[in-house]
């Protein structure tokens, strides 16, 4: 099965008030434990990748081959779109021409017309290939060199002229951010996210940072419009708390455990375990 946009499966998922949950590569590995869970569960995912990861991993169109490559090999047959994440103006472009089949381009940082017009400028180029287009409005706060922002609460007024520019789904700033969340933080802003639903209608709405905001707030966003969820960070924690047990059970000292296969299939299993619940909490499985 070939990689797909991601309009289609998001606009099935405002309408059935489900979300589709993005969870980010990081490695090899969590290509192939995002798919294997995705087909387990008969849910359709999309598999995003950030600019530093794109570096990390020899560039757009290796992903791209790579992840093609695996849906092939591993047989699956539920919709996989593969998108960029909080893409600069100069990496969405290099993703559309190679092979990317959704893109985010963040233009939250720069004054709204700035955003406007280098938004408008990729829904052209990438809906001239059948590619989806996700836009922000209001940044999105998060952890950096130990210093956690808390971003900025979007403007209504302002997605909505983003919306009208045709873009496929928005990513909006609630209070949401981007890695661990402080013990006092003061969760979504609800009101803030009805007022912008408002504002752009059926438009589906994304929700960044979805990683370790409680299950009651997860829900109660889907059921105001969010169908878009992004998970990266409890992933990443997975993986490493099971391969750090590995080590302390001494499992490489087994056999051929010292095998970086072996080391890695415990931190795979565990990436794939968290997919699935999140997954099911995003009430996406059986959708494809």
Do not use: W
């Given at each position: 099965m070939k990689l797909v946009s991601a309009k289609e499966m998001l606009e099935d998922a405002e309408k059935g008030h489900y979300a589709i949950g993005q969870f980010n590569l990081n490695n090899m590995e969590s290509v192939r434990a995002f798919l294997l869970a995705a087909q387990e569960t008969k849910s359709p995912i999309i598999l995003g990748l950030s600019g530093g990861t794109a570096k990390y991993m020899g560039g757009y169109r290796t992903i791209t081959d790579m992840v093609q490559g695996f849906v092939n090999f591993l047989g699956i047959t539920v919709p996989v779109a593969l998108h960029v994440d909080h893409g600069k103006y100069s990496e969405v472009l290099d993703a559309i021409e190679n092979g990317f089949t959704s893109v985010m381009f963040d233009g939250s940082a720069y004054p709204i017309a700035v955003n406007?017009?280098?938004?408008?400028?990729?829904?052209?180029?990438?809906?001239?290939?059948?590619?989806?287009?996700?836009?922000e409005v209001g940044g999105i706060g998060g952890e950096e060199d130990g210093h956690i922002a808390?971003?900025?609460?979007?403007?209504?007024?302002?997605?909505?002229?983003?919306?009208?520019?045709g873009v496929d789904f928005l990513a909006a700033g609630i209070g949401n951010i981007h890695g661990k969340y402080p013990t006092d933080w003061e969760g979504l802003?609800?009101?803030?996210?009805?007022?912008?639903?408002?504002?752009?209608?059926?438009?589906?709405?994304?929700?960044?940072?979805?990683?370790?905001?409680p299950a009651?707030?997860?829900?109660?966003?889907?059921?105001?419009?969010?169908?878009?969820?992004?998970?990266?960070?409890?992933?990443?924690?997975?993986?490493?708390?099971?391969?750090?047990?590995?080590?302390?059970?001494?499992?490489?000292?087994?056999?051929?455990?010292?095998?970086?296969?072996?080391?890695l299939a415990y931190g795979l299993e565990a990436t794939k375990a968290m997919c699935i619940k999140k997954l099911e909490l995003f009430g996406s499985i059986g959708k494809a």
């Open positions: 406007i017009e280098r938004t408008k400028e990729i829904v052209k180029l990438a809906h001239a290939k059948g590619i989806s287009v996700e836009a808390r971003g900025e609460c979007a403007d209504p007024i302002q997605c909505r002229m983003i919306a009208d520019l802003h609800f009101d803030l996210l009805s007022d912008i639903k408002n504002q752009i209608g059926d438009l589906p709405l994304v929700l960044h940072g979805g990683s370790l905001i009651d707030q997860i829900r109660e966003a889907i059921r105001r419009g969010v169908a878009k969820i992004n998970v990266n960070t409890e992933c990443q924690i997975a993986f490493t708390e099971a391969t750090r047990k590995y080590f302390e059970e001494n499992k490489d000292k087994e056999s051929k455990g010292f095998t970086p296969r072996a080391v």
